[in-house]
């Protein structure tokens, strides 16, 4: 249990302050190691200084930090002492609803100090350290505050990198930010996740974990001696408040960073008490398809005909979902567009009754005006009586710490009334929040193909993979088979850079809770060996592993469905072979491996839908050298030979 220092009952200044009990003035200085002793961070004072440093065996990462906020206008990295210490270790294992893997142990050493000033012992907070084996997080907490409120001015943390580095960042809908050198570049609003390479080749990601009351932060990556600082917005805080986690994953390899659990154990557990409704799944979707002629003369629209056609499609071939996107309830953007009903070429409930028929569930978008004008619970609760099992929700508006709190409300509110949620158009970032409500099925973190009106080149791919998804599942709408044709379409506005086998290799690399298949019915029959990849692919993998991968250049990912594996390999647009270690496969079984593979003259520009597929017997010992076309990509369905 956390003990607190007893309350004096003081005011210094004219501003609120934190109430702490006052025990002895203890300046040890706590240090805290991993639960495997390979890493160490540890709380010092110099000179009454609030530093810390971090290390990776015996390579210092975060040398002499200042660590610390400014309350009201008071420094407290400075003239502080460090109070008593609370120790804990926590050691345990649970089951994922909307995981990378079926389970996750969380295993991890922690303390919580107290900070207070030399000046006043009335000032301050507890600072809580998190240890996990690849990386560590820390947040502060007002476990009591005397008067209404206290205002955290700014963050004055202060990272002291000890070696140069590189760094690339989350970027919105647009190309990653990097490679950036330390050196010679410096940004003062890096959003999360950001990912640090050091010239000894540790991969940092820094990032945030468990976002619920404050907006966002950012880093300010100085290229003055390699200095990381930490931005956020003002805020008032009250009685029994924790900031977010600020959080650091280390690896040897870039793909550590995505394959670690820690930022998704910072959460709380699920909250859901009944959670039988939450279903992962691929879901085909109208809005990329509108315009698309069939040769027998059909074209889709956002129509009633247009969706049953795509429930048929859906029900026979292992896809779990519809997704009816913008305009279903008039146009978006317009205050008079009633999300409680429908247009009248579409019916709603017909299509949702014709879905249930055919065992496809249908997901249906909501716009942020739609859901203020109408009341969100309200619309919310129409959509669940219509029998739609969840909301893609777009354009959400606000200040960021407004579309935190709102994302929240729209969770627990899908979560009340049994739907699944997908947020688009710049949402908040992932913090691992699916934890604890796990019908957060994935957010659209990063620049999906074709949207915000520009198609993506091959490299936004192994990048996302490798950056974004870090900080959570994601929806990228990949698995385009008319690249051809595609831009050709009402909402599909520039030409779709790739190869046809890389988009069925995004659908394996990229983790999300919905698969969104892009493309029309007919599109995908038209190629329907490789579309045979997709149909075999189950509605959620149950494993994760990155075989290999660089930032910017390439990247493998394997994917267990039951006792078989997919693997999807990407690279930018550089024709590229690599050597695959199939060392997760099982000890002494024989695997039947179906490759789809980028055929010789296949290419991101000029020859993106040819490929080849072909058949052999793999093994655990196998060692598999596989090419990749520039801009292509490269699947292994890998099934157990009984």
Not at 37 to 53: A, D, E, G, I, P
Not at 75 to 82: A, E, G, R, S, Y
Not at 323 to 345: C, I, N, Q, R
Request: hydrophobic share 35%.
């Amino acid at each position: 249990m956390m003990k607190y220092w007893r309350a004096s009952g003081i005011i210094f200044g004219v501003i609120n302050v934190v109430v702490f009990l006052i025990g002895c003035e203890n300046q040890a200085e706590p240090i805290l190691v991993s639960p495997d002793h390979k890493l160490t961070v540890q709380l010092f004072n110099t000179k009454s200084n609030l530093q810390f440093s971090f290390m990776h065996d015996t390579d210092t990462i975060f040398s002499s930090s200042f660590i610390g906020l400014e309350l009201g206008e008071i420094d407290l990295t400075k003239n502080v002492h460090i109070g008593e210490v609370d120790y804990k270790s926590y050691d345990s294992t649970w089951s994922t609803i909307n995981g990378k893997q079926p389970t996750v142990k969380n295993s991890y050493n922690e303390y919580t100090c107290k900070v207070a000033s030399n000046t006043n012992n009335n000032v301050g907070y507890n600072i809580q350290f998190r240890m996990y084996n690849d990386g560590f997080a820390f947040r502060y907490q007002f476990p009591k505050i005397l008067g209404d409120s206290v205002t955290i001015q700014q963050e004055l943390t202060k990272l002291n990198i000890t070696q140069d580095y590189t760094y690339w960042a989350y970027n919105g809908e647009r190309h990653n930010l990097g490679p950036v050198s330390s050196t010679e570049g410096s940004h003062e609003k890096v959003r999360t996740p950001m990912v640090i390479k050091t010239n000894t080749g540790k991969y940092i990601a820094a990032l945030e974990g468990a976002i619920v009351n404050t907006a966002p932060i950012s880093f300010n990556a100085s290229n003055d001696n390699g200095v990381l600082s930490i931005n956020n917005k003002p805020v008032r805080v009250t009685s029994g408040f924790e900031t977010s986690w600020r959080t650091f994953i280390i690896g040897d390899r870039a793909g550590d960073l995505v394959s670690s659990d820690l930022l998704v154990n910072l959460n709380e557990p699920n909250k859901i008490e009944d959670s039988s409704w939450i279903k992962p799944g691929k879901t085909l979707w109208d809005w990329r398809v509108w315009g698309y002629t069939t040769k027998d003369g059909f074209e889709y629209g956002g129509n009633t005909v247009s969706h049953k056609r795509m429930i048929d499609f859906a029900s026979q071939n292992n896809i779990q979902y519809l997704l009816v996107d913008a305009d279903w309830y008039g146009s978006e953007f317009s205050e008079s567009s009633d999300p409680t009903t429908s247009k009248s070429d579409i019916d709603i409930e017909e299509c949702i009754a014709y879905g249930k028929k055919n065992n496809v569930g249908i997901i249906l978008y909501l716009n942020d005006v739609g859901a203020k004008t109408y009341g969100l619970e309200n619309v919310i609760k129409q959509f669940a009586e219509w029998g739609a099992v969840g909301i893609k929700y777009g354009f959400m508006k606000g200040t960021p710490k407004q579309k935190v709190i709102n994302t929240q409300k729209v969770v627990q509110l899908c979560a009340k009334y049994k739907m699944m949620v997908d947020f688009h158009d710049s949402p908040v970032a992932p913090s691992g929040d699916y934890r604890t409500w796990p019908n957060l099925m994935s957010k659209e973190y990063g620049h999906a193909q074709a949207d915000a009106k520009r198609s993506y080149f091959p490299e936004t791919a192994v990048n996302a993979t490798l950056i974004n998804m870090i900080s959570g599942p994601l929806d990228l709408t990949n698995g385009y088979f008319d690249l051809n044709e595609a831009h050709k379409r009402d909402k599909v506005f520039q030409e779709l850079p790739g190869t046809v086998v890389a988009e069925v290799a995004k659908l394996i690399t990229v983790h999300t809770g919905w698969m969104v298949l892009p493309d029309s019915p007919e599109a995908y029959m038209a190629k329907e060996d490789l579309f045979n990849a997709i149909r075999q692919m189950p509605a959620q993998f149950n494993g994760f592993k990155v075989l290999d991968g660089e930032i910017d250049e390439y990247v493998s990912i394997a994917r267990k469905a039951g006792e078989n594996w997919f693997v999807g390999s990407l690279t930018n647009r550089e024709s590229r072979e690599i050597n695959l270690q199939l060392d997760f496969l099982e000890e002494g079984e024989k695997y039947k491996a179906t490759l789809y593979e980028d055929t010789s003259d296949s290419h991101f520009l000029d020859n993106k839908e040819s490929y080849t597929i072909s058949v052999t017997e793999l093994t655990k010992e196998s060692n598999l050298k596989i090419r990749m076309a520039p801009g292509g990509g490269h699947v292994i369905h890998l099934e157990k030979i009984d």
